[in-house]
């Protein structure tokens, strides 16, 4: 288990060092990630270099028994870097630049950048790549965090190389866009330009497909930090710290690419479905290289500085959190930062040493968890999970996209399923429709309004081979280039599902609109439902939203029809048997009652069963990796297992044996 923090001693004088490393001893503290911002000090100028004090560091955390996590320092160029080559600096969408004075201000598709970083990181990849002390390599810093997208002339000319790439000829581009509508028909890639600041709507499929590129230019620049490091004679695992879901970036392409997956978790401790979207979070980057562990490479040990106001954890929310992180797979737990900054835009941000010294709860729960860590045993292996919620970036960059029938959460949606199956202690991976296949037993996709043709092809093939497959609503809309395909919608799904489509009558988005008047106009009965006596839902009645989508089940079977709204009478959810398995589709997407309905009923036709079976009390998390078992009382009260004979206080947890030995 490695357990320790980013270390930015270019922050402090010489003096400091020993004092930090002697207490990120007392701390337990196994791995420091070094020199994340650290630029400016390796390079002051054009043909200056200073490794000294970074040699000197290095072999003081080396004597000190302390590893080294060790960065490329690309993610903050120095204003000399600027202020010589202004080309490096990213534009706006009016092309305007982000200037120097920040972090990250650098367009990663600028020549003069990844000229500079190279020999920035080949400096340090010859020099560091066989020193002792160096355990792992991280490259540059959340890469794409604070300017996911950028326009400037670079990224048009690395834009329009990525589309003849993509496409070959101008006409494929063209006929990809759509591009007879509003006559924007290209007569070579020269006239290609990024989604500049447009009078009006900007094409879908071009948005899109600067996503894309933007997505695919991180990745590229952490490819190639990563060959140059590997150039270097570097044997070490590669990196770099996603962000769980990021917007911004697909890391399920990126992935392949990583010898670790290492996530940044920031969760705001005054949000309701903190807990849920922490868990989800871990599930996400462990789905990532499923079967593998994964490294929290930062979370915060207290309060961040960058929330409009930022409460502190409370009693034991460290730990808890930690937890959840090692229950789902982590093999190692990381913060931002060792030592609390005396200066600077992140001076209020808590840090395992605070600035208020060791007399604080921050050490003291510091320190705890050092020692906790430290007694663990040898950690399994994640497993897979019964249940897939597909989720999926280009889907999600497309499904939000404008001028649709709706406004679209998607994540927030995705969240919810998870919610429903996280409160029943069902472990859940979260993958892309094409992962889906016969290791699950049920596969939930909602809002999957863009399909590629391999995604197309896992989730037919999962409902024909026995799974349980539950899709919609929103889903099977268009294409990957966001083209409606020929014949309607639902062209793809629609026959395993058995259903037709007619339209899609959107509601009001739950966030935007009156309760009351969504409930009325969502509201679904289950019709009489024959098998569904083993679950609660043939009685219920619960709130669609999003849509109510008016549907043909032609060859299915209707288990819940719209009461009211613009689809009453009309089938809400319908089911289709195949063999042992079925393939479900909802026209709407239930409220939370009815998300804990459709779950429940879902589980029990498939089969995927909740951890060791159990049910657990509200606020109790449960998780498992192997036959590692992790219980969590995120409650405020006492909590008892009777299956385990536990009984947790609030914000405590235990790890349990599947053979029941804690
Ligand atoms: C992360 C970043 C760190 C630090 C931290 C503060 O996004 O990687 O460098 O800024 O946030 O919460």
Known sequence: MLYGADYNPDQWPEE????????????????????????????????????GWLDR????????GIGVNLATATASPPPWVTVRHPDVLAADENGAPYWHGSRQHHSPSSPTYRRLAAELVRRIAERYAHHPAVVMWHVDNELGCHLPVEYGDSARDAFRAWLRERYGTVAALD?????????????????VFPPRKAPYSRNPAQVLDYRRFMSDT?????????????????????????????????????????????????????????????????????????????LLMEQATDAVNWRPTNPSKRDGQLAAETAQAIGRGADGVFFFQWRQSRAGSEKFHSAMLPHAGTRTRTWESVVELGSALAALPELPAPSDSPVALVFDWENWWAVEGADHPGTVDYL????????????RGVMVDVVRPEDVDGRYRLAIAPFLYLMRDPGVAAL?????????????????????????????????????????????????????????????????AAASPAEEAAVAFGSAEFAGTFFAEALF??????????????????????????GSGSAWYLATQPDERGLDLVVARLLAESGAESV?????????????????????????????????????????????RQDGAA
């Not at 560091?57 to 000190?64: K, S, T």
């Not at 006929?175 to 006239?191: C, I, P």
């Not at 995705?414 to 199956?421: H, I, M």
């Not at 309607?488 to 395993?496: D, K, M, V």
Request: aromatic residues 10%; hydrophobic residues 45%; charged residues 20%.
């Open 218 to 294: 991180w990745l590229s620049l952490f490819r190639m930090q990563a060959d140059i490091i590997r150039a270097a004679g570097a044997t070490q695992p590669i990196s770099t710290n996603m962000m769980g879901p990021f917007p911004h970036a697909d890391y399920a392409s990126w992935a392949p690419h990583i010898d670790v997956i290492t996530d940044d978790c920031y969760p705001d401790p005054s949000s309701p479905t903190r807990v849920r979207d922490i868990a989800f979070q871990r599930d996400l980057v462990r789905s990532l290289k499923r079967g593998t562990p994964w």
């Open 175 to 191: 006929a990809a866009w759509g591009a007879d509508f509003w006559s924007q028909r290209y007569g070579s890639f020269d006239e």
């Open 412 to 423: 927030g949606v995705v969240r919810a399923w998870y919610g429903a199956l996280h409160r």
């Open 460 to 524: 037919r093939a999962f409902a024909a081979e026995g799974g349980v497959l539950a899709a919609g609503p929103f889903t099977d809309v268009v294409d990957e280039s966001d083209r409606f395909r020929d014949g309607g919608f639902l062209t793809q799904l629609g026959p395993i599902l058995g259903v037709a489509f007619e339209d899609f009558r959107p509601l009001l988005p739950p966030t935007l609109g009156d309760a009351a008047a969504r409930a009325g106009a969502a509201s679904v």
């Open 612 to 656: 060791l079976g159990i049910a657990p009390p509200p606020g109790v998390e449960l998780a498992q990796r192997g036959d590692l078992v992790t219980i969590i009382n995120h409650g405020e009260g006492e909590a008892r297992i009777p299956e385990l004979g536990l009984a947790l206080g609030p914000q405590e947890h235990a790890y349990v």
């Open 57 to 64: 560091v290095i072999d003081l955390l080396h004597a000190g």
């Open 553 to 578: 089940a032609d060859d299915a079977a209707v288990l819940a029809t719209f009461a009211s709204g613009p689809s009453a009478g009309r089938p809400a959810i319908t089911r289709r048997a195949h």
């Open 16 to 51: 400091v060092w020993d004092d930090d490393v002697a207490r990120m001893r007392e701390a337990g503290v196994t791995t420091v990630s070094l020199g994340i911002f650290a630029w400016s000090r390796l390079q002051p100028g054009p043909d200056e270099w200073d490794f």
